[in-house]
Protein backbone atom coordinates (compact mmCIF):
# COMPACT_ATOMS: atom_id res chain seq x y z
CA UNK A 1 0.00 0.00 0.00
CA UNK A 2 2.95 2.61 0.56
CA UNK A 3 3.72 2.51 -3.24
CA UNK A 4 0.02 2.89 -4.05
CA UNK A 5 -1.65 6.52 -4.32
CA UNK A 6 -4.30 5.47 -2.16
CA UNK A 7 -7.84 6.56 -1.45
CA UNK A 8 -11.07 5.93 0.10
CA UNK A 9 -13.43 3.55 -1.50
CA UNK A 10 -17.28 5.81 -1.08
CA UNK A 11 -18.74 5.78 -4.35
CA UNK A 12 -20.75 3.40 -6.53
CA UNK A 13 -18.64 3.91 -9.97
CA UNK A 14 -15.41 2.98 -7.92
CA UNK A 15 -16.22 0.37 -5.67
CA UNK A 16 -17.45 -1.16 -9.21
CA UNK A 17 -14.18 -0.01 -11.27
CA UNK A 18 -12.04 -1.76 -8.10
CA UNK A 19 -13.86 -4.90 -7.63
CA UNK A 20 -13.29 -5.70 -11.23
CA UNK A 21 -9.82 -5.26 -11.45
CA UNK A 22 -9.53 -7.69 -8.40
CA UNK A 23 -11.54 -10.15 -9.74
CA UNK A 24 -9.21 -9.66 -13.05
CA UNK A 25 -6.26 -9.94 -10.23
CA UNK A 26 -7.84 -13.23 -9.00
CA UNK A 27 -8.07 -14.94 -12.61
CA UNK A 28 -4.97 -13.93 -13.97
CA UNK A 29 -3.22 -15.47 -10.73
CA UNK A 30 -4.91 -18.78 -11.54
CA UNK A 31 -3.19 -18.48 -14.91
CA UNK A 32 -0.04 -17.66 -13.43
CA UNK A 33 -0.47 -20.83 -11.65
CA UNK A 34 -1.62 -23.22 -14.30
CA UNK A 35 0.92 -22.17 -16.28
CA UNK A 36 3.75 -22.39 -13.87
CA UNK A 37 4.73 -18.66 -14.37
CA UNK A 38 5.46 -18.37 -10.37
CA UNK A 39 8.85 -18.73 -9.09
CA UNK A 40 9.87 -21.71 -8.02
CA UNK A 41 13.18 -21.22 -7.18
CA UNK A 42 15.85 -20.02 -5.36
CA UNK A 43 14.39 -19.52 -2.50
CA UNK A 44 15.03 -16.10 -1.23
CA UNK A 45 14.19 -14.64 2.18
CA UNK A 46 13.76 -10.58 3.62
CA UNK A 47 12.62 -8.93 6.63
CA UNK A 48 11.05 -5.58 7.65
CA UNK A 49 12.69 -4.13 10.89
CA UNK A 50 10.70 -1.85 12.59
CA UNK A 51 11.83 1.04 15.12
CA UNK A 52 11.37 3.43 17.54
CA UNK A 53 12.48 7.58 18.01
CA UNK A 54 12.75 8.69 21.03
CA UNK A 55 13.73 11.81 22.64
CA UNK A 56 17.22 11.74 24.62
CA UNK A 57 15.12 11.22 27.81
CA UNK A 58 13.55 7.98 26.24
CA UNK A 59 9.84 9.07 25.12
CA UNK A 60 8.73 9.12 21.50
CA UNK A 61 9.52 11.80 19.34
CA UNK A 62 7.73 12.82 16.61
CA UNK A 63 10.35 13.69 14.17
CA UNK A 64 10.31 10.67 11.83
CA UNK A 65 9.73 12.29 8.61
CA UNK A 66 12.82 14.93 9.92
CA UNK A 67 14.93 11.66 10.37
CA UNK A 68 13.50 9.55 7.20
CA UNK A 69 14.60 12.60 5.02
CA UNK A 70 18.10 12.92 6.26
CA UNK A 71 18.90 9.16 6.31
CA UNK A 72 18.23 9.94 2.39
CA UNK A 73 18.58 5.87 1.51
CA UNK A 74 15.78 3.77 -0.11
CA UNK A 75 15.73 0.89 2.21
CA UNK A 76 13.59 2.91 4.90
CA UNK A 77 10.21 3.79 4.72
CA UNK A 78 7.34 5.56 7.17
CA UNK A 79 4.91 3.77 9.60
CA UNK A 80 1.82 5.15 10.92
CA UNK A 81 3.15 6.70 13.46
CA UNK A 82 5.11 9.56 13.72
CA UNK A 83 8.06 8.33 16.46
CA UNK A 84 8.36 4.98 13.84
CA UNK A 85 10.05 4.23 10.88
CA UNK A 86 10.93 0.72 9.00
CA UNK A 87 13.99 -0.57 7.15
CA UNK A 88 13.27 -3.23 4.41
CA UNK A 89 15.84 -5.71 3.93
CA UNK A 90 16.99 -6.59 0.24
CA UNK A 91 15.67 -10.11 -0.48
CA UNK A 92 18.77 -12.79 -0.09
CA UNK A 93 18.69 -16.31 -1.67
CA UNK A 94 18.82 -18.79 0.88
CA UNK A 95 21.97 -20.21 1.02
CA UNK A 96 25.36 -20.58 3.24
CA UNK A 97 26.01 -17.30 5.06
CA UNK A 98 22.70 -15.34 3.92
CA UNK A 99 21.73 -15.08 7.86
CA UNK A 100 24.94 -12.93 8.91
CA UNK A 101 24.69 -11.00 5.72
CA UNK A 102 21.02 -9.77 6.89
CA UNK A 103 22.53 -9.13 10.36
CA UNK A 104 25.54 -6.95 8.34
CA UNK A 105 22.89 -4.97 6.40
CA UNK A 106 20.60 -3.98 9.19
CA UNK A 107 23.26 -3.60 12.08
CA UNK A 108 25.23 -0.63 8.52
CA UNK A 109 21.26 0.86 7.97
CA UNK A 110 20.46 0.58 12.52
CA UNK A 111 24.10 1.86 12.59
CA UNK A 112 22.94 4.80 9.84
CA UNK A 113 19.68 5.53 11.13
CA UNK A 114 21.54 6.17 14.61
CA UNK A 115 23.80 8.49 14.04
CA UNK A 116 21.19 10.70 11.68
CA UNK A 117 18.82 10.60 14.98
CA UNK A 118 22.09 11.54 17.28
CA UNK A 119 22.32 14.47 14.95
CA UNK A 120 18.19 15.29 15.61
CA UNK A 121 18.85 15.15 19.50
CA UNK A 122 17.16 11.54 19.32
CA UNK A 123 17.60 8.01 19.82
CA UNK A 124 16.49 4.60 18.15
CA UNK A 125 15.51 1.57 19.84
CA UNK A 126 14.03 -1.99 18.62
CA UNK A 127 11.52 -3.09 20.95
CA UNK A 128 7.83 -4.60 20.30
CA UNK A 129 6.31 -1.90 22.23
CA UNK A 130 7.52 1.06 23.43
CA UNK A 131 7.78 0.87 27.46
CA UNK A 132 8.17 4.88 27.73
CA UNK A 133 4.77 5.04 25.25
CA UNK A 134 1.56 7.10 26.71
CA UNK A 135 -1.86 7.65 25.96
CA UNK A 136 -0.92 11.01 24.44
CA UNK A 137 1.17 9.32 21.84
CA UNK A 138 -1.92 7.28 20.12
CA UNK A 139 -3.51 10.61 19.11
CA UNK A 140 -4.22 12.02 15.64
CA UNK A 141 -0.99 14.40 16.00
CA UNK A 142 1.05 11.99 16.59
CA UNK A 143 -0.13 10.24 12.99
CA UNK A 144 2.66 10.45 9.87
CA UNK A 145 1.35 13.55 7.92
CA UNK A 146 1.34 10.88 5.31
CA UNK A 147 -2.65 10.89 2.53
CA UNK A 148 -2.34 6.83 2.79
CA UNK A 149 -2.56 6.81 6.97
CA UNK A 150 -5.06 9.15 7.07
CA UNK A 151 -7.22 7.75 4.12
CA UNK A 152 -6.95 4.11 6.14
CA UNK A 153 -7.72 5.58 9.37
CA UNK A 154 -11.00 7.39 7.88
CA UNK A 155 -11.96 3.96 5.82
CA UNK A 156 -11.35 2.24 9.28
CA UNK A 157 -13.47 4.67 11.71
CA UNK A 158 -16.35 4.75 8.70
CA UNK A 159 -16.64 0.94 8.50
CA UNK A 160 -16.56 0.88 12.09
CA UNK A 161 -19.12 3.67 12.82
CA UNK A 162 -17.55 3.94 16.48
CA UNK A 163 -14.87 4.29 18.83
CA UNK A 164 -12.44 1.59 18.80
CA UNK A 165 -12.50 -0.62 22.26
CA UNK A 166 -9.65 -1.71 24.03
CA UNK A 167 -10.17 -4.49 26.64
CA UNK A 168 -6.98 -6.48 27.84
CA UNK A 169 -6.58 -8.70 31.06
CA UNK A 170 -2.97 -9.67 32.11
CA UNK A 171 -1.53 -8.67 36.02
CA UNK A 172 -2.83 -5.82 35.46
CA UNK A 173 -6.01 -4.68 33.13
CA UNK A 174 -5.82 -2.16 30.42
CA UNK A 175 -9.93 -0.57 29.10
CA UNK A 176 -10.01 2.09 27.32
CA UNK A 177 -12.07 3.44 24.19
CA UNK A 178 -10.20 5.15 21.17
CA UNK A 179 -11.06 7.67 18.23
CA UNK A 180 -8.58 6.24 15.87
CA UNK A 181 -6.55 3.34 14.61
CA UNK A 182 -3.33 5.00 16.23
CA UNK A 183 -2.84 2.36 18.84
CA UNK A 184 -1.92 0.26 16.06
CA UNK A 185 1.61 2.74 16.32
CA UNK A 186 2.60 0.92 19.58
CA UNK A 187 3.19 -2.27 18.00
CA UNK A 188 7.03 -3.17 16.56
CA UNK A 189 7.52 -5.83 14.86
CA UNK A 190 10.40 -7.85 13.02
CA UNK A 191 8.69 -9.32 9.56
CA UNK A 192 10.14 -12.08 8.57
CA UNK A 193 9.82 -13.09 5.10
CA UNK A 194 10.16 -17.00 3.39
CA UNK A 195 9.64 -17.54 -0.53
CA UNK A 196 7.77 -20.66 -0.92
CA UNK A 197 7.06 -22.89 -3.87
CA UNK A 198 3.51 -22.24 -5.18
CA UNK A 199 3.08 -26.07 -5.46
CA UNK A 200 3.20 -26.77 -1.76
CA UNK A 201 2.06 -23.34 -0.60
CA UNK A 202 -1.44 -24.61 1.17
CA UNK A 203 0.51 -26.99 3.04
CA UNK A 204 3.28 -24.90 4.48
CA UNK A 205 1.00 -22.27 4.83
CA UNK A 206 -0.95 -24.52 7.61
CA UNK A 207 2.67 -25.76 8.65
CA UNK A 208 3.38 -22.22 9.72
CA UNK A 209 0.01 -21.94 11.44
CA UNK A 210 0.95 -24.79 13.64
CA UNK A 211 4.21 -23.89 14.94
CA UNK A 212 2.78 -20.10 15.55
CA UNK A 213 2.58 -21.12 19.34
CA UNK A 214 6.00 -21.79 20.23
CA UNK A 215 7.63 -19.96 18.41
CA UNK A 216 6.11 -16.99 19.91
CA UNK A 217 6.18 -18.10 23.33
CA UNK A 218 10.09 -17.71 22.66
CA UNK A 219 10.31 -14.16 21.12
CA UNK A 220 8.14 -12.89 23.43
CA UNK A 221 9.15 -9.38 24.86
CA UNK A 222 5.57 -6.71 24.80
CA UNK A 223 4.51 -7.14 28.30
CA UNK A 224 3.94 -3.53 29.18
CA UNK A 225 1.78 -1.03 27.69
CA UNK A 226 0.93 2.07 29.57
CA UNK A 227 2.72 1.11 32.33
CA UNK A 228 0.38 -2.09 32.56
CA UNK A 229 1.66 -5.39 32.82
CA UNK A 230 -0.58 -7.50 30.50
CA UNK A 231 0.32 -10.02 28.22
CA UNK A 232 3.83 -11.38 27.42
CA UNK A 233 3.00 -10.70 24.14
CA UNK A 234 0.65 -7.84 24.44
CA UNK A 235 1.28 -6.41 20.76
CA UNK A 236 -1.20 -9.61 19.34
CA UNK A 237 -4.44 -8.60 21.50
CA UNK A 238 -3.98 -4.53 20.72
CA UNK A 239 -3.23 -4.91 17.45
CA UNK A 240 -5.95 -7.32 16.90
CA UNK A 241 -8.47 -4.60 18.84
CA UNK A 242 -6.74 -1.33 17.14
CA UNK A 243 -8.54 -1.75 13.79
CA UNK A 244 -11.34 -3.79 14.53
CA UNK A 245 -14.06 -3.20 12.17
CA UNK A 246 -16.72 -5.29 13.87
CA UNK A 247 -18.82 -3.20 15.94
CA UNK A 248 -19.87 -5.21 19.56
CA UNK A 249 -23.13 -5.84 18.10
CA UNK A 250 -21.49 -6.90 14.73
CA UNK A 251 -18.93 -9.65 16.06
CA UNK A 252 -22.05 -12.41 16.10
CA UNK A 253 -22.35 -11.83 12.86
CA UNK A 254 -18.43 -11.13 11.41
CA UNK A 255 -16.84 -13.44 13.32
CA UNK A 256 -13.36 -12.64 12.18
CA UNK A 257 -11.30 -9.72 12.55
CA UNK A 258 -9.01 -7.66 10.20
CA UNK A 259 -6.21 -8.71 12.15
CA UNK A 260 -6.76 -12.51 13.11
CA UNK A 261 -4.91 -15.82 13.19
CA UNK A 262 -7.55 -17.36 11.00
CA UNK A 263 -11.15 -19.38 11.05
CA UNK A 264 -9.77 -22.70 9.99
CA UNK A 265 -7.28 -24.70 7.89
CA UNK A 266 -6.80 -23.28 4.43
CA UNK A 267 -7.26 -25.96 1.20
CA UNK A 268 -7.04 -25.70 -2.56
CA UNK A 269 -4.37 -23.05 -3.76
CA UNK A 270 -3.23 -19.74 -2.69
CA UNK A 271 -5.99 -18.21 -4.86
CA UNK A 272 -8.59 -19.46 -3.09
CA UNK A 273 -7.07 -18.09 0.35
CA UNK A 274 -7.55 -14.31 -1.37
CA UNK A 275 -10.61 -14.90 -2.15
CA UNK A 276 -11.53 -16.39 1.39
CA UNK A 277 -10.21 -13.44 2.14
CA UNK A 278 -12.49 -10.72 -0.20
CA UNK A 279 -15.49 -12.89 0.70
CA UNK A 280 -14.89 -11.74 4.69
CA UNK A 281 -13.53 -8.83 4.32
CA UNK A 282 -15.72 -5.74 2.35
CA UNK A 283 -12.49 -3.35 0.07
CA UNK A 284 -11.74 -0.05 2.23
CA UNK A 285 -9.54 1.83 0.04
CA UNK A 286 -8.55 2.09 -4.12
CA UNK A 287 -6.36 3.48 -6.52
CA UNK A 288 -5.86 5.16 -9.71
CA UNK A 289 -3.09 3.10 -10.55
CA UNK A 290 -4.83 -0.20 -11.52
CA UNK A 291 -3.83 -2.35 -14.60
CA UNK A 292 -5.68 -4.90 -16.27
CA UNK A 293 -3.88 -7.80 -15.62
CA UNK A 294 -5.09 -9.96 -18.08
CA UNK A 295 -4.22 -7.59 -20.40
CA UNK A 296 -0.37 -7.92 -19.26
CA UNK A 297 -0.42 -11.54 -19.55
CA UNK A 298 -1.19 -11.69 -22.80
CA UNK A 299 1.32 -9.40 -23.46
CA UNK A 300 3.93 -11.63 -22.24
CA UNK A 301 4.47 -9.51 -19.51
CA UNK A 302 4.29 -10.33 -15.71
CA UNK A 303 1.36 -8.29 -14.02
CA UNK A 304 2.16 -6.47 -10.18
CA UNK A 305 -1.75 -7.54 -9.30
CA UNK A 306 -2.41 -4.22 -8.10
CA UNK A 307 -5.32 -4.28 -6.84
CA UNK A 308 -5.14 -7.37 -5.38
CA UNK A 309 -1.99 -6.20 -2.72
CA UNK A 310 -4.80 -3.40 -1.84
CA UNK A 311 -6.89 -5.54 -0.77
CA UNK A 312 -4.29 -7.82 1.13
CA UNK A 313 -2.41 -4.31 2.87
CA UNK A 314 -5.63 -4.42 4.35
CA UNK A 315 -6.07 -7.66 6.04
CA UNK A 316 -3.20 -8.27 9.09
CA UNK A 317 -3.25 -12.32 9.06
CA UNK A 318 -0.30 -13.31 11.46
CA UNK A 319 0.93 -15.84 8.75
CA UNK A 320 0.23 -13.38 5.89
CA UNK A 321 0.19 -14.59 2.06
CA UNK A 322 2.39 -12.41 -0.40
CA UNK A 323 2.55 -12.01 -3.72
CA UNK A 324 5.53 -9.91 -5.21
CA UNK A 325 7.73 -9.63 -8.72
CA UNK A 326 11.54 -9.16 -8.38
CA UNK A 327 13.18 -9.09 -11.50
CA UNK A 328 10.45 -9.11 -13.48
CA UNK A 329 9.50 -13.18 -12.19
CA UNK A 330 6.67 -13.48 -9.49
CA UNK A 331 6.98 -15.04 -6.39
CA UNK A 332 4.90 -16.41 -3.36
CA UNK A 333 5.97 -15.97 0.00
CA UNK A 334 4.26 -15.79 3.85
CA UNK A 335 4.94 -13.00 5.61
CA UNK A 336 5.70 -13.82 9.79
CA UNK A 337 4.06 -10.76 11.13
CA UNK A 338 3.73 -12.04 14.78
CA UNK A 339 7.86 -11.73 16.24
CA UNK A 340 8.23 -8.78 17.61
CA UNK A 341 10.98 -6.09 17.30
CA UNK A 342 14.28 -6.78 19.76
CA UNK A 343 15.25 -6.38 22.37
CA UNK A 344 18.68 -6.82 20.24
CA UNK A 345 19.50 -7.53 16.73
CA UNK A 346 20.78 -10.81 17.10
CA UNK A 347 17.47 -11.92 19.11
CA UNK A 348 15.90 -11.16 15.84
CA UNK A 349 18.16 -12.60 13.46
CA UNK A 350 17.87 -15.72 15.94
CA UNK A 351 14.42 -15.57 15.98
CA UNK A 352 13.81 -15.51 12.16
CA UNK A 353 16.17 -18.84 11.70
CA UNK A 354 14.54 -20.20 14.11
CA UNK A 355 11.26 -19.77 12.44
CA UNK A 356 12.98 -20.44 8.37
CA UNK A 357 14.55 -23.53 10.09
CA UNK A 358 11.37 -25.11 11.10
CA UNK A 359 9.47 -23.96 8.00
CA UNK A 360 12.22 -25.70 5.99
CA UNK A 361 12.53 -29.03 8.37
CA UNK A 362 8.92 -29.74 8.54
CA UNK A 363 9.33 -33.74 9.21
CA UNK A 364 7.49 -36.36 7.35
CA UNK A 365 5.44 -37.33 10.23
CA UNK A 366 3.75 -33.59 9.99
CA UNK A 367 3.04 -33.80 6.19
CA UNK A 368 -0.65 -32.84 5.63
CA UNK A 369 -0.82 -31.28 9.68
CA UNK A 370 -4.08 -30.58 8.69
CA UNK A 371 -5.41 -33.94 9.25
CA UNK A 372 -3.29 -34.35 12.14
CA UNK A 373 -3.72 -31.35 14.45
CA UNK A 374 -7.02 -29.87 15.25
CA UNK A 375 -6.98 -26.21 13.76
CA UNK A 376 -8.84 -24.82 17.51
CA UNK A 377 -5.95 -26.56 19.44
CA UNK A 378 -3.18 -24.82 16.87
CA UNK A 379 -5.10 -21.30 17.36
CA UNK A 380 -5.36 -21.75 20.93
CA UNK A 381 -1.62 -22.15 21.23
CA UNK A 382 -0.74 -19.16 19.67
CA UNK A 383 -3.21 -17.24 21.84
CA UNK A 384 -1.94 -18.94 25.02
CA UNK A 385 1.93 -17.58 23.84
CA UNK A 386 0.83 -14.35 23.49
CA UNK A 387 -0.87 -14.63 27.55
CA UNK A 388 1.76 -16.53 29.05
CA UNK A 389 4.96 -16.69 26.52
CA UNK A 390 7.33 -19.79 27.74
CA UNK A 391 4.61 -20.69 30.78
CA UNK A 392 2.35 -21.52 28.27
CA UNK A 393 1.98 -25.18 27.59
CA UNK A 394 0.62 -26.24 24.43
CA UNK A 395 -1.44 -28.85 22.63
CA UNK A 396 0.55 -30.51 20.37
CA UNK A 397 0.55 -34.27 18.66
CA UNK A 398 -2.75 -34.41 21.14
CA UNK A 399 -0.35 -34.06 24.02
CA UNK A 400 0.20 -31.81 26.57
CA UNK A 401 3.25 -30.36 26.69
CA UNK A 402 5.47 -27.37 28.27
CA UNK A 403 6.51 -25.21 26.09
CA UNK A 404 10.23 -25.62 27.22
CA UNK A 405 10.09 -29.44 26.19
CA UNK A 406 8.41 -29.04 22.99
CA UNK A 407 11.06 -26.23 21.97
CA UNK A 408 14.45 -28.31 23.02
CA UNK A 409 13.55 -31.97 22.33
CA UNK A 410 11.26 -31.02 18.88
CA UNK A 411 11.45 -27.76 17.46
CA UNK A 412 15.25 -27.00 17.64
CA UNK A 413 15.99 -30.58 15.76
CA UNK A 414 13.45 -29.65 13.40
CA UNK A 415 14.64 -26.41 12.65
CA UNK A 416 18.74 -27.67 12.56
CA UNK A 417 17.94 -30.05 9.86
CA UNK A 418 16.01 -27.62 8.17
CA UNK A 419 19.09 -24.92 7.98
CA UNK A 420 20.98 -27.88 7.23
CA UNK A 421 18.93 -28.92 4.26
CA UNK A 422 19.58 -25.20 3.12
CA UNK A 423 23.24 -25.73 2.72
CA UNK A 424 23.13 -22.71 5.76
CA UNK A 425 26.36 -22.44 7.26
CA UNK A 426 27.35 -24.59 10.83
CA UNK A 427 28.68 -21.35 12.02
CA UNK A 428 25.31 -19.57 11.64
CA UNK A 429 23.19 -22.61 12.53
CA UNK A 430 24.92 -22.61 15.72
CA UNK A 431 25.40 -19.02 16.39
CA UNK A 432 21.64 -18.45 16.15
CA UNK A 433 20.02 -21.38 17.48
CA UNK A 434 22.15 -21.28 20.14
CA UNK A 435 20.38 -18.06 21.69
CA UNK A 436 16.71 -19.94 20.91
CA UNK A 437 18.15 -22.61 23.40
CA UNK A 438 19.96 -20.58 25.64
CA UNK A 439 16.64 -17.89 25.87
CA UNK A 440 14.38 -21.34 26.45
CA UNK A 441 16.33 -22.82 29.46
CA UNK A 442 16.70 -19.01 30.84
CA UNK A 443 13.95 -16.05 29.97
CA UNK A 444 12.67 -14.58 26.95
CA UNK A 445 12.37 -10.65 26.71
CA UNK A 446 9.21 -10.57 28.42
CA UNK A 447 10.07 -12.21 31.70
CA UNK A 448 13.44 -9.82 31.31
CA UNK A 449 11.05 -6.69 31.11
CA UNK A 450 8.65 -8.11 34.16
CA UNK A 451 11.48 -9.00 36.15
CA UNK A 452 13.00 -5.57 36.10
CA UNK A 453 10.02 -3.55 36.14
CA UNK A 454 8.74 -5.35 39.37
CA UNK A 455 12.53 -4.95 41.50
CA UNK A 456 12.54 -1.15 39.78
CA UNK A 457 8.99 -0.25 41.44
CA UNK A 458 11.01 -1.30 44.84
CA UNK A 459 12.53 2.23 44.51
CA UNK A 460 11.14 4.01 41.49
CA UNK A 461 8.35 5.37 40.30
CA UNK A 462 6.03 3.57 37.53
CA UNK A 463 7.49 5.97 35.12
CA UNK A 464 10.99 6.14 36.00
CA UNK A 465 10.67 2.73 36.10
CA UNK A 466 10.06 2.32 32.17
CA UNK A 467 12.29 4.82 31.20
CA UNK A 468 14.89 3.05 32.78
CA UNK A 469 14.25 -0.34 31.33
CA UNK A 470 14.04 1.87 27.90
CA UNK A 471 17.54 3.48 28.16
CA UNK A 472 18.96 -0.35 29.52
CA UNK A 473 17.80 -1.87 26.17
CA UNK A 474 19.18 1.43 24.42
CA UNK A 475 22.48 1.21 25.60
CA UNK A 476 22.62 -2.81 24.96
CA UNK A 477 20.83 -3.36 21.66
CA UNK A 478 23.56 -3.26 19.69
CA UNK A 479 25.91 -5.35 21.87
CA UNK A 480 26.70 -9.27 21.46
CA UNK A 481 25.01 -10.44 24.85
CA UNK A 482 21.42 -11.25 23.44
CA UNK A 483 18.53 -10.79 26.04
CA UNK A 484 18.96 -14.45 28.01
CA UNK A 485 22.07 -12.80 29.51
CA UNK A 486 20.55 -9.73 30.88
CA UNK A 487 20.25 -9.46 34.21
CA UNK A 488 18.66 -6.94 36.82
CA UNK A 489 20.24 -3.96 36.47
CA UNK A 490 21.28 -1.53 38.80
CA UNK A 491 18.65 1.53 39.22
CA UNK A 492 21.37 3.67 39.99
CA UNK A 493 23.19 2.49 36.92
CA UNK A 494 24.85 5.10 34.61
CA UNK A 495 22.14 5.09 31.82
CA UNK A 496 23.17 8.54 30.86
CA UNK A 497 19.01 9.49 30.94
CA UNK A 498 19.02 12.80 29.74
CA UNK A 499 15.63 14.53 31.52
CA UNK A 500 14.07 17.25 33.02
CA UNK A 501 11.39 15.59 35.80
CA UNK A 502 8.16 16.69 35.24
CA UNK A 503 4.82 16.02 37.80
CA UNK A 504 4.37 12.56 36.42
CA UNK A 505 8.02 11.32 37.20
CA UNK A 506 7.21 11.71 41.05
CA UNK A 507 2.81 11.47 41.24
CA UNK A 508 1.70 8.47 43.43
CA UNK A 509 -1.08 7.28 40.75
CA UNK A 510 -1.59 4.30 43.16
CA UNK A 511 -4.35 6.68 45.45
CA UNK A 512 -7.54 5.65 47.04
CA UNK A 513 -10.75 7.56 45.53
CA UNK A 514 -13.97 8.46 48.00
CA UNK A 515 -17.30 9.42 46.97
CA UNK A 516 -18.42 13.17 48.02
CA UNK A 517 -21.56 11.34 49.57
CA UNK A 518 -19.60 8.91 51.49
CA UNK A 519 -19.48 8.67 55.46
CA UNK A 520 -17.64 10.95 56.60
CA UNK A 521 -16.64 8.65 59.64
CA UNK A 522 -15.56 5.66 57.67
CA UNK A 523 -13.74 8.04 55.37
CA UNK A 524 -11.57 9.40 58.72
CA UNK A 525 -11.55 5.40 59.50
CA UNK A 526 -9.82 4.64 55.87
CA UNK A 527 -7.20 7.30 56.29
CA UNK A 528 -6.79 6.35 59.88
CA UNK A 529 -5.83 2.58 58.69
CA UNK A 530 -3.80 3.36 55.63
CA UNK A 531 -1.90 6.15 56.81
CA UNK A 532 -3.25 8.40 54.59
CA UNK A 533 -3.09 12.23 54.90
CA UNK A 534 -4.81 13.04 51.68
CA UNK A 535 -7.37 11.61 49.78
CA UNK A 536 -8.81 12.61 46.87
CA UNK A 537 -12.84 13.13 46.18
CA UNK A 538 -14.85 12.29 43.23
CA UNK A 539 -18.56 13.20 42.10
CA UNK A 540 -20.73 10.15 40.64
CA UNK A 541 -19.20 11.41 37.01
CA UNK A 542 -16.05 10.10 38.43
CA UNK A 543 -14.68 13.84 38.53
CA UNK A 544 -12.35 15.41 40.95
CA UNK A 545 -14.78 17.99 43.15
CA UNK A 546 -12.34 18.29 46.38
CA UNK A 547 -9.64 16.89 49.13
CA UNK A 548 -10.34 15.69 52.28
CA UNK A 549 -6.72 16.23 54.69
CA UNK A 550 -5.73 15.58 57.77
CA UNK A 551 -5.89 19.71 58.06
CA UNK A 552 -10.09 19.43 57.84
CA UNK A 553 -10.46 16.57 60.36
CA UNK A 554 -8.62 18.70 63.13
CA UNK A 555 -10.84 21.68 62.07
CA UNK A 556 -13.90 19.56 62.52
CA UNK A 557 -12.86 18.62 65.72
CA UNK A 558 -14.95 17.07 68.10
CA UNK A 559 -18.04 17.69 66.24
CA UNK A 560 -20.18 14.99 65.24
CA UNK A 561 -18.75 12.35 62.38
CA UNK A 562 -22.33 11.58 61.11
CA UNK A 563 -21.88 13.90 58.13
CA UNK A 564 -20.96 13.50 54.36
CA UNK A 565 -17.32 13.90 53.08
CA UNK A 566 -18.43 16.62 50.86
CA UNK A 567 -19.39 19.00 54.10
CA UNK A 568 -15.98 19.29 55.61
CA UNK A 569 -13.99 18.73 52.37
CA UNK A 570 -11.47 21.44 50.73
CA UNK A 571 -13.27 22.60 47.10
CA UNK A 572 -11.21 25.39 46.03
CA UNK A 573 -8.30 22.79 45.04
CA UNK A 574 -4.88 23.83 43.44
CA UNK A 575 -3.94 21.23 40.97
CA UNK A 576 -1.44 20.63 38.45
CA UNK A 577 -1.00 19.00 34.88
CA UNK A 578 1.30 15.61 34.89
CA UNK A 579 3.13 17.49 32.29
CA UNK A 580 4.02 20.12 34.63
CA UNK A 581 8.12 21.30 35.56
CA UNK A 582 8.56 19.36 39.22
CA UNK A 583 9.76 22.72 40.04
CA UNK A 584 6.84 24.65 38.93
CA UNK A 585 4.82 21.98 41.53
CA UNK A 586 6.92 22.66 44.69
CA UNK A 587 6.53 26.66 43.77
CA UNK A 588 2.81 26.00 43.76
CA UNK A 589 3.20 24.14 47.12
CA UNK A 590 5.22 26.48 48.31
CA UNK A 591 3.33 29.85 47.59
CA UNK A 592 0.08 28.20 48.76
CA UNK A 593 1.49 26.59 51.55
CA UNK A 594 -0.27 23.36 50.70
CA UNK A 595 1.35 19.47 51.14
CA UNK A 596 -0.42 17.82 48.43
CA UNK A 597 -1.46 18.66 44.55
CA UNK A 598 -3.98 16.66 42.95
CA UNK A 599 -2.84 16.11 39.23
CA UNK A 600 -5.33 16.55 36.89
CA UNK A 601 -6.30 16.39 33.02
CA UNK A 602 -9.91 17.88 32.28
CA UNK A 603 -11.28 17.27 35.95
CA UNK A 604 -10.00 13.70 35.58
CA UNK A 605 -8.14 13.01 38.73
CA UNK A 606 -4.78 11.31 37.28
CA UNK A 607 -2.60 11.13 40.53
CA UNK A 608 -1.11 13.37 43.74
CA UNK A 609 1.53 14.66 44.21
CA UNK A 610 2.74 15.05 48.25
CA UNK A 611 5.31 16.79 49.91
CA UNK A 612 6.48 12.84 50.62
CA UNK A 613 6.48 12.01 46.72
CA UNK A 614 9.07 15.22 46.51
Not at 360 to 385: C, R, S, T, W
Not at 426 to 432: C, L, N, P, R, V
Not at 498 to 523: A, C, G
Amino acid sequence: MGHLDVKQLKNSKDKALYIHHLIKDLEALDIMLNKGLIEKSPIRIGAEQEFCITHKDFFPNNNSIEVLEAINNDHFTTEIGSYNLEINSDPLELKGDCFNKLNIQFKDLLNKAQKVAKAKDSKIILTGILPTLRLKHIKENYMTKKPRYSVLNNALKSSRRAHFNIHIKGVDELKLNHDSIMLEACNTSFQTHLQINPEEFVEKYNWAQAISGPVLASCANSPILFGRELWAETRIALFTQSIDTRRNSFIHHEKQSRVSFGADWEHGTVTDIFRDHISRFRSLLTSNEHDDSIKILEKGQIPKLKALQLHNGTVYKWNRVCYGVGKGKPHLRIECRYIPSGPTLTDEIANMVFWVGLMLGQPEEYQEIHKKMDFKDVKNNFFKAARNGMDAQFKWNNKLITSKDLIIEEFLPIAKKGLQKANITEADITKYLSVIERRTNTKNGAQWIVDNYRNLQKSKTNFEALQNITAYMHKHQFEDKTVDEWKLFNPDENLKIDVSRIVKHNMNTKTLLVEQNDSLELVSNIMKWKNIHHIPVINNKKELTGLLTWTDLIKLGNKDLLLQVKDVMTKNLITISQEAPLEEAKALMKKHKINCLPVVRNNELLGILTTNDL
